[in-house]
């Protein structure tokens, strides 16, 4: 299965700053259809994930433009410009160009 | 609008079986397969199968194949994930999930079902 390794697990942000997280893949992700199925979910306490970028840098609908995903291959980056309250939680990235689909470890983001 | 809602929280004892429902509503319950993911309490996303609602095909992944059954009711739009000798790290919030928009994203979830298994 491919291996998805989030960094960092933990990030304690300031309101207002930038944030962070990378998603390294274990092998490729461009699809044989040129497509590369890379997205990203937020997970707030107590709630089930929630798409916010899917394949690599598209937002999903009600998706802030805060939030921006940008990569390709094995390397992806998930990038919230300005940090708020609502934005604590717990981010995944998640492939499924390659069967079974799999998940990042999370990265953790908090307020400072 | 899109809906899966999913059954109640279940307390089951080591070696018995659970099975959670998650009933599609606000499109065609046959065109989208439905997968399965599991969130041990504190942990990360694990995807568990996938079936086909149109002819029931399903898909497991590995570490639960020959304990997990995943069918469907097409009458009801229903889907069930039945998970059999169940141990205590079965205990995990169970979630289903669609790839709506054809972007091969889950866009669409269950609210989750706990699963607690202890004796």
């Known amino acids: 299965d491919t291996v998805l390794t989030q960094t960092p697990l933990s990030s304690p942000v300031t309101l207002g700053q930038p944030a962070s997280i990378s998603c390294r893949s274990s092998?490729?992700?461009?699809?044989?259809?040129?497509?590369?199925?890379l997205s990203w979910l937020q997970q707030r306490p107590g709630q089930p994930p929630r798409l916010l970028i899917y394949k690599i840098s598209n937002r999903f609908s009600g998706v802030p433009d805060r939030f921006s995903g940008s990569g390709a291959g094995t390397d992806f980056t998930l990038k919230i410009s300005r940090v708020e309250a609502e934005d604590v939680g717990i981010y995944y990235c998640?492939?499924?160009?390659?069967?079974?689909?799999?998940f990042g470890g999370g990265t953790k983001v908090e307020i400072k | 609008q899109v809906q899966l809602v999913q059954s109640g929280a279940e307390v089951k004892k080591p070696g018995a079986s659970v099975k959670v429902s998650c009933k599609a509503s606000g499109y065609t319950f046959t065109t989208y397969y439905m997968h399965w993911v599991r969130q041990a309490p504190g942990q990360g996303l694990e995807w568990m199968g996938i079936?086909?609602?149109?002819?029931?095909?399903?898909t497991y992944g590995e570490k639960f194949q020959g304990r997990v059954t995943m069918t469907r009711d097409t009458s009801t739009s229903t889907v069930y994930m039945e998970l059999n000798s169940l141990r205590s790290e079965d205990t995990a919030v169970y979630y289903c999930a669609i790839y709506y928009g054809g972007n091969s994203a889950f866009d669409y979830w269950g609210q989750g079902t706990l699963v607690t298994v202890s004796s």
């Open positions: 079936i086909n609602p149109t002819g029931g095909g399903t």
């Open positions: 092998q490729s992700l461009v699809h044989s259809d040129g497509n590369t199925y």
């Open positions: 998640m492939q499924a160009t390659q069967f079974p689909p799999t």
